[in-house]
């Protein structure tokens, strides 16, 4: 049984298990209150689900891509929560997640999600399908343009269909996670997905004051 | 419970600071800085400095408890500055606190970086006595406070209506062509300078100012002043007498900061004054702070550096004050305050 936290959208909590699915989820879709949100939404699931802390097996974290502020708050609240539990983290790429939740209603086929990253941009990746376990096989991405670029970005845009997610299910990416371990496939790396530089400028001269 | 185990932390600005305490007493005090990182940039990246708080955190808080030779299983409590700061930063403390202590079940304080710039002091030898007016001064806040009670009555009677002090030491840094950070550059630039060579605004000092900002800072005409002072020197043909210049805008900063802190302490008839941030880092600061201080009969507290800049111990300080004074936990649904008045002591 894995907890599960993505914050690359709202704040999305959950507690799942390979054999019975998600348990527990919860969310709050507001984009600004991750921090304030997240604890309560731990504490919810948890008690919902009735599973205790020292029978979950690890820690999801949604490694992004998302707008960096909130990402950064779920990332950080599952590495403590696992420091403080004596569990390990895995991270699942949360375009995978919302992949995932795709193939498991039946979707079948070349599979394009896109999710907002602000300031005029989105978020993309590419599957060409789903494999036996129905695990997504993502072959392009995840990558950052302006939408009228997408077509130029993803090779063979046309042949995809295309799918725009508004939030990611930390219970799809648990059962993600879940089917990764359960199958042996990698887990995303330790870096945070942000795809973008801080916005920084290297100061130039001071400025002058007098005419 | 007469002495709880607390583990602090801190994410308000760009030190990643974990630091545990038992009651009164400093069991460790881990920081993990990102300051070499916004060298290039002259200034604090924000963030820069919020993506280096989640790659600190898990590490920052394993070496305290390695420090202290205690477990998390140990803790009593767990407090977490949940502002003043800089959002994106605070956030990363606010969430990792949070998290942590659902895994461990243990209580959670939520509480004011400012006032835990004061809780600072608690963890020295002597015991420091209340009131006291406190002078808080860094890159990221310049605060002047009247502390009645650590964990239940703190007053803000002002602050800067501009840059904060060790802005001003960045920034008139770059005008003189020094590195960040400025402070302890333009005090190593300023020895053998003349501080009265150049007489630099005071700010907020003329009594038209006085009557509406009495108690408040304003470093901005200071650093344009400097500005003003090496360019005409340079268009004059002439060179900039950089230990004359560093020395009178460092006298012209704490001679400011320390009238505004005395007054206060006038004002109010309370004989201490008690300095924090980041600033107090700087010689003529502290040096003045004596003088002025023995001069009026006040009695000065300076708590050791690494309690003065931006740490966790000083965090879990007052979280220990307030599981002592019998405070109850904050609800978990706090929010990350980057402008949380210094009237809410705990969120
Ligand atoms: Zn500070």
Redesign the pocket.
């Known amino acids: 049984m894995l907890l599960s936290i993505d914050t690359s959208a709202g704040t999305s909590v959950a507690v799942v298990d390979r054999d019975r699915g998600i348990i527990a989820e919860a969310g709050e879709s507001d984009t600004r209150r991750h921090a304030e949100v997240v604890g309560e939404l731990i504490r919810l699931c948890l008690d919902r689900s009735g599973v205790p802390i020292a029978e979950l097996s690890g820690v999801v974290a949604g490694m992004g891509p998302g707008p960096f502020t909130g990402l950064r708050v779920g990332i950080a609240a599952a590495n403590a929560f696992a420091l403080g539990a004596g569990k390990p983290v895995v991270r699942v790429v949360n375009h995978d997640g919302i992949a995932w939740q795709h193939y498991a209603a039946g979707a079948t086929g070349p599979l394009l999600v896109v999710t907002d990253a602000r300031r005029r941009e989105v978020y993309w990746s590419a599957y060409d399908g789903a494999d036996e376990f129905g695990l997504p096989r993502r072959t392009q991405g995840p990558g950052l343009v302006v939408p009228a670029d997408l077509g130029s970005a993803v090779t063979g845009y046309a042949g995809f269909s295309r799918f725009d997610a508004a939030e990611a299910s930390a219970g799809a990416s648990g059962m993600l996670a879940e089917g990764l371990f359960e199958h042996g496939r990698p887990f995303a790396g330790k870096e945070p997905l942000y795809l973008r530089s801080p916005d920084v400028t290297i100061p130039g001269a001071p400025k002058r004051v007098t005419g | 419970m007469t002495e709880p185990l607390v583990l602090g932390i801190e994410t308000?600005?760009d030190e990643t600071g974990v630091g545990i305490v038992r009651g009164t007493t400093l069991l460790a005090n881990v920081i993990a800085s990102s300051m070499e990182e916004h060298a290039r940039y002259g200034g604090v990246v924000p963030e820069i400095a919020a993506r280096a708080h989640l790659e600190a955190m898990t590490p920052t808080i394993t070496a305290a408890l390695a420090e202290a030779g205690v477990t998390l299983q140990q803790l009593d409590a767990i407090a977490v500055t949940s502002g003043p700061g800089l959002a994106g930063a605070l956030m990363v403390g606010v969430g990792a606190a949070k998290a942590l202590s659902i895994a461990l079940d243990t209580p959670l304080y939520a509480v004011n970086?400012l006032v835990g710039?004061v809780g600072a002091d608690i963890l020295s030898d002597s015991h420091l006595d209340y009131p006291t007016v406190a002078l808080?001064v860094?890159g990221?806040?310049t605060s002047l406070l009247l502390v009645r009670d650590l964990v239940s009555d703190v007053e803000l009677l002002g602050e800067t209506i501009d840059d904060a002090a060790g802005e001003a030491f960045d920034k008139v840094a770059r005008l003189l062509g020094l590195p960040y950070p400025g402070g302890p550059e333009i005090d190593r630039a300023a020895i053998g300078g003349d501080p009265k060579a150049i007489r630099f605004p005071r700010g907020l000092s003329q009594p038209k100012d006085l009557e509406k900002h009495r108690y408040d800072f304003s470093f901005s005409g200071l650093k344009t002043a400097v500005a003003r002072f090496t360019e005409q020197r340079t268009d004059q043909g002439g060179s900039i007498p950089i230990p004359d210049v560093a020395a009178s805008f460092r006298e012209a900063v704490a001679d400011v900061l320390l009238t505004k802190a005395l007054a206060a302490c006038a004002d109010f008839g309370v004989p201490r004054l008690l300095l924090g941030?980041g600033v107090v880092a700087n010689a003529r600061v502290r040096e003045l702070a004596a003088e002025r201080c023995a001069a009026a009969g006040v009695e000065l507290r300076v708590p050791p550096l690494s309690l003065c800049t931006?740490n966790g111990a000083m965090i879990a300080a007052l979280g220990a004050q307030l599981v002592m004074a019998g405070h109850p936990p904050s609800m978990l649904d706090f929010a990350a305050d980057s402008t949380l008045p210094v009237t809410l002591i705990q969120a």
């Open positions: 308000s600005c970086h710039h808080l860094s990221g806040h941030g931006d």
